[in-house]
Nanobody, 114 residues
Framework: VQLVESGGGLVQAGGSLRLSCAAS????????MGWYRQAPGKQRELVAS???????NYADSVKGRFTISRDNAKNTVYLQMNSLKAEDTAVYYC?????????WGQGTQVTVSS
């Protein structure tokens, strides 16, 4: 499974960005897809995840601001990020779980200027 992310960049505080992650390769039986982030000097943390059936889970820090969605036909997961804050600055990684194995994208930088 290969995961390719896009949509990161530089945005002012209060602005919005939309991340996309397209899965390819042996995509059969991909269940949960999600987004993680890692800021400098910090551990990688879950931002949001979504199951194949559409159940979602969010970190408390992004609830009400970020929305994860998924297009199973396109094997793509999205993260709509609104009301961005400086503390959202991080490298964002796409994740896909397939039969207990995790796949990761290469990461995309999101920088929020205050």
């Amino acid at each position: 499974v290969q995961l390719v992310e896009s949509g990161g960049g530089l945005v002012q505080a209060g602005g919005s960005l939309r991340l996309s992650c397209a899965a390819s390769g042996n995509i059969f039986n991909i269940n949960t897809m999600g987004w993680y982030r890692q800021a400098p000097g910090k551990q990688r943390e879950l931002v949001a995840s979504i199951t194949r059936g559409g159940s979602t889970n969010y970190a408390d820090s992004v609830k009400g601001r970020f929305t994860i969605s998924r297009d199973n036909a396109k094997n793509t997961v999205y993260l709509q990020m609104n009301s961005l804050k400086a503390e959202d600055t991080a490298v964002y990684y796409c994740n896909a779980e397939q039969v207990g194995y995790d796949y990761w994208g290469q990461g995309t930088q999101v920088t929020v200027s205050s």
